[in-house]
């Protein structure tokens, strides 16, 4: 059975349905995880997720689309119990790890564990198109590692800000 498993699901469309998530799972706790903008666009452009993803081949679009789900991500959030929906920013996962992740755990009745620090030691299977990421450790690098085309992006997609 599925009783004590928790499942993660990172795919960048699934905040489509979120919405039905406090509906049919009432006790579920959801965490919104998203990055900077730019950071998050780049990694959907830059990456091929097959069917299903148009969006993330035009930048243009994948930025578009960012701002749609950051709009109906709010909008899901008034679907959810207080203290349902958990906005987490990646940032603060890599730079401030224990301090962001822990009282997460906490809600979810998890104790903190000095292996939430080394997720690539971890034995199991990693199917995601970021796995090399994640067998690189936490590491705030990573979560820059995208600003050496920050000056491209925003001189071919003339983006400001």
Partial sequence: GLEG?????????????????????????????????????????????????????????TLSHYDLHLKLCETWKTYAAPGQWIDMQFEDVVGRTRETIEPVLNKLGLDWEEACLNPSAAKTEMNTISRWQVRQGIKPSIAQAWKVYEPLIRAKWNVRG
């Fill in 5 to 61: 498993k928790i499942l993660v699901d990172k795919l960048p469309g699934n905040y489509w349905s979120a919405f039905a998530i406090p509906i049919l799972f009432p006790d579920a706790l959801i965490i919104h995880s998203h990055r900077d903008k730019l950071a998050s666009c780049w990694s959907c452009f830059r990456n091929h997720f097959g069917t299903g993803h148009d969006y993330a081949y035009d930048f243009k679009d």
